[in-house]
């Protein structure tokens, strides 16, 4: 799987879009762009993700440069529940059973102030 | 959304003992599993996947005899952590990867998490 990198913290005020990056410049024509975030003390939780073309849901935006070497999180209106680590991470999808893992990297700590 | 269950969400034990860690897809079969394990301020750090009715594969440098693995069901995965010692103490989070896909992809469900402290 290719590799991600992400800044280590972030803030963002309470109310403000947070936008997070992600480099991942190895990426293959395959591989999809995962994010996942993570409150203290619970299970990863899902985001969204996306190959190539920007995708919007409840949740957020993901942003995926025209050459997919990097992608960007959007929260459009951060509240303080948004304080976690967010992952992103890039994998291949399978429609065939013999599971790729999900390999976290370090993520980055974002911090919503009020 | 798919639900995975974990039981217990804290546990404490003494060193020496074993200790089971439950995992439970909800409402989805799980042909998949993955169990992680998180130190404090670190990443999650996957141990080992499971599929139904197979043994499971560890990752490097994860020991298959101390950390036992059984999937046993499309909704049930357990680990076992043996004779554990203080150093075993960390959040333990199991995922559950659903039987379809869709759209050319697939998520995985994780749960709650566990925290083992060995004392």
């Known amino acids: 799987d290719a590799k991600t990198t992400q800044p280590t913290s972030m803030d963002c005020a309470e109310g403000r879009a947070a936008n997070l990056p992600c480099n991942h410049s190895?990426?293959?024509?395959?591989?999809?762009v995962y994010w996942y975030r993570q409150i203290h003390s619970q299970g990863p939780q899902y985001i969204i993700h996306?190959?190539?073309n920007n995708e919007t849901n409840e949740m957020a935006s993901l942003i995926i440069t025209e050459d997919r070497k990097s992608s960007t999180l959007i929260l459009p209106h951060a509240t303080l529940r948004d304080t976690a680590v967010y992952y992103c991470?890039?994998?291949?999808?399978?429609?065939?059973?013999?599971?790729?893992?999900?390999?976290f990297g370090q993520g980055t700590r974002l911090t919503i102030n009020p | 959304g798919a639900v995975v269950s974990q039981h217990p969400s804290r546990v404490i034990c003494k060193s020496g003992t074993s200790v089971k860690i439950e995992c439970r897809s909800l409402?989805?079969?799980?042909?998949?599993m993955f169990w992680y394990r998180q130190f404090p301020k670190q990443s999650l750090m996957l141990m080992a996947t499971s599929n139904e009715g197979s043994k499971a594969t560890y990752e490097q440098g994860v020991e298959k005899d101390k950390f036992l693995i059984n999937h046993a069901s499309l909704t049930l995965s357990t680990l076992t952590v043996t004779s554990a010692h203080p150093e075993d103490s960390s959040f333990y989070i199991c995922s559950a990867r659903g039987t379809g896909e869709t759209s050319g992809s697939y998520e995985q469900y994780f749960g709650p998490g566990t925290r083992l402290t060995v004392t």
């Open positions: 991470i890039v994998r291949v999808a399978l429609l065939i059973q013999g599971a790729q893992k999900l390999v």
């Open positions: 996306g190959l190539k």
């Open positions: 190895t990426i293959s024509g395959n591989e999809y």
């Open positions: 409402d989805f079969q799980a042909t998949t």
